[in-house]
């Protein structure tokens, strides 16, 4: 049922609604090569529907409905069987009702119970009152993960059902599940290898958070199809042809971009939808008994193909010989097509493609004894426990280390002795010490790449020999972090450093603590967050390094003789200096209502609002509110990646907003390049200053021979008059592109 339709059922109708839907789970659960253990799902989805009996969602529909749609996705998304479908309609049943983990293991055995736990959410914890409940399900939800990963994969089930449902939230609420499942469960998906949901969630977030760009991308996609239909036939029947006197059996199509994907190219590569030529890579599976042909026959199929078209020489993937990380194989390369666009040809057994759509769940379809997928899985599990194992975690930091280690894309480099190593992108010699052991990580002094010695820092590239040298007489040290991509590393250092800087820190917090004290001021979250931006620090960890050394001296730099107010505090440290603008003082309201959308206004003296200063956003702006100590609502752009981290750390804090009343101008900076010639500066100048009527605050140009880059910041209403902007500076002869640069100077 749609969520945004008016529910209006009767009983009898509701009944057989959810007795259709249940058999639909049960009937997909029979076709699949599971075992057939239908009487324990019976009795878990009877249980359920008497435990949520009354009970309705938001959208009016009765809430068991919830529960068998997730245990529909577990088993025919996913692939999972029994233990899971079960675990998948009791998820809510602890949480929800007066049931308790005890009771079900009772009357389902153990594994379920445990799974029920795992997915139970919890009230308080190590992250404190201020974060959400959500940093520490995660951790919750990771360390269960780590007993048993079907705890995860219904967890995924279960944010795509209510991602799906979203239309019937209330608008802050959308935003903040939203972002987390972008800011996370996104790249999750990714890492098990379930790249259907991946894709889904992904679209879905963009949806609710940028739902104006969703549908003008989505009517350019309906728009484009007869083209993209007429251009990928082109491309496809010489190779069909092909294929066909190979005589395989296979299924070719084309796999076209999501609106997310494109989305993300237009704004980091700053083009329109016209100028995107991969909207879709052509994909071809075929069927093969034999697994040990499957690879020959990956090559066959990659030689025919670059007999008909030109090969993109840099843009071979093998993922047959070395599978990625979460189990995905697939042989890629990229050829130039007829009409001079290059296309991507992903080439794909049968159970190659299954594995890559379902993840790790379609390994145990195919194992015998543990694969190297599953070892793989297992390494990573290891990883995620490192993370776990943070005596000292932070909400924001937590999930930042998480979803670092949820990379999206890996090199595979090579030891001395050719054991293969998968690590992230842009890993360094240092991540590859770390990642052999702790010990190697803490004594490196340096590395061979190729047989050429590199530095510590040194960032490895896909194919490299990496042999680490090693001293005893080499100690960790604070300045290696910026090298490390991982978070095995990261988290491996940090433990080393902690053991030689512990007593340090201590001290410099007793310092900290007590000059507070002293004061009668309460160093809460925001007061400390500007002072880590005032000295730049990354952490509360890094300060207290700091004081505790006597390299800063709080006296000096922050409060005056005898302050006895907060604001005291915030007036002397974090002056923000608005040259040329008029001093605008911020009205702090009574209390926010989170559950409704907040008006934001702004005039020449005052406003009800605060802005970032991470994404300096402006009126017309996609915006998000998030309340902060002291009550005040603080703008983030939505595509702000602090915004997103707040989002998963502190949803309850986030409040929907929009643009209201505004009479105040703001910076906004534009970013140009073109092709050099005489009189195009003066050009450019005069049309924004007379023509426009805007003024110019700084002008910084560029050129190397012909070409040219320009930083142009100007003062502007909104973001309405910074588009017609662009628009116009495009039209000047030379002009290549014109676009804002979302992260301004203030």
Known sequence: MEPDKQYNMTPEEEERLIENEFQDVLQGYLKSNHRKKVEIIERAFRFAKKAHGGIRRRSGEPYILHPIAVAKIASQEIGLGSTSICAALLHDVVEDTDYTVEDIERLFGSKIAQIVAGLTKISGGIFGEQASAQAENFRKLLLTMSEDIRVVLIKMADRLHNMRTLGSMAPAKQYKIAGETLYIYAPLAHRLGLFEIKTELEDLSFKYEHPKAYERISELIRQSEARRSAVYNDFATPILAALDKMNLRYEAKARLKSVYSIWRKMETKHVPFEEIYDLYAMRIIFDCDDPSQEKGICWSIYSAITDLYRLHPDRTRDWVSIPKANGY??????????????????????????????????????????????????????????????????????????????????????????????????????????????????????????????????????????????????????????????????????????????????????????????????????????????????????????????????????????????????????????????????????????????????????????????????????????????????????????????????????????????????????????????????????????????????????????????????????????????????????????????????
């Open 329 to 746: 194989q697939a042989l890629h390369l990229t050829v130039m097509g007829p009409d001079g666009n290059w296309v991507e040809v992903q080439i794909r057994s049968r159970r190659m493609d299954e594995i890559a759509e379902k993840g790790f769940a379609a390994h145990w379809k195919y194992k015998s004894g543990e694969s190297d997928e599953e070892s793989e899985l297992n390494e990573w599990l290891r990883t995620i426990k490192d993370i776990l194992d943070d005596p000292n975690p932070n909400a924001i930091d937590f999930l930042d280390t998480l979803k670092m280690n949820l990379f999206a894309s890996e090199i595979a480099v090579f030891t001395p002795k050719g054991r293969v190593i998968t690590m992230p992108a842009d890993s360094s010699v240092l991540d590859v010490a770390f990642e052999l052991h702790s010990e190697i990580g803490t004594h490196c002094i340096a590395g061979k790449v190729n047989h050429k010695l590199v530095p510590l820092s040194h960032r490895l590239q896909s194919g490299d020999q990496v042999e680490v040298l090693t001293s005893q007489s080499q100690t960790p040290k604070e300045e290696w972090l910026p090298f490390l991509a991982t978070a095995k590393g990261r988290t491996r250092l940090k433990a080393a450093l902690r053991k030689v800087q512990q007593p340090v820190i201590d001290s410099g917090k007793a310092i900290f603590d007590q000059y507070f004290k002293e004061r009668e001021v309460e160093a809460t979250n925001e007061i400390v967050t500007k002072m880590l931006a005032y000295y730049h620090l990354p952490s509360r960890e890094a300060l207290y390094m700091k004081l505790g050394q006597g390299s800063i001296d709080l006296s000096r730099y922050i409060l005056k003789e005898s302050p006895k107010t907060e604001q005291s505090l915030l007036s002397k440290l974090f002056r923000i200096k608005r040259t040329q603008q008029p001093q605008i003082v911020t009205v702090t309201p009574e209390k926010v209502n989170v559950k409704k959308t907040y008006a934001l206004r702004c005039t020449d003296t005052e406003r009800n609002y605060v802005l970032s200063d991470c994404c300096h956003p402006i009126p017309g702006d996609d915006v998000m509110g998030y309340v902060n100590d002291r009550g005040q609502v603080e703008l983030h752009s939505l595509t702000c990646p602090r915004a997103q981290a707040l989002k998963a750390a502190y949803g309850p804090r986030i409040v929907s907003t929009e643009w209201e009343q505004v009479k105040q101008k703001f910076l906004a900076e534009i970013r140009i390049e073109g092709v050099d010639r005489h009189g195009i500066l003066q050009e450019l100048t005069q049309m924004i200053s007379n023509q426009l009527n805007i003024d110019i605050r700084s002008l910084h140009i560029d050129t190397d021979k012909e070409v040219f880059a320009c930083s142009l910041t100007v003062l502007v209403s909104d973001t309405q008059v910074v588009g017609e902007l662009c628009q116009k500076i495009k039209k000047i002869k030379g002009v290549q592109n014109a676009a804002r640069v979302a992260d301004t100077p203030d």
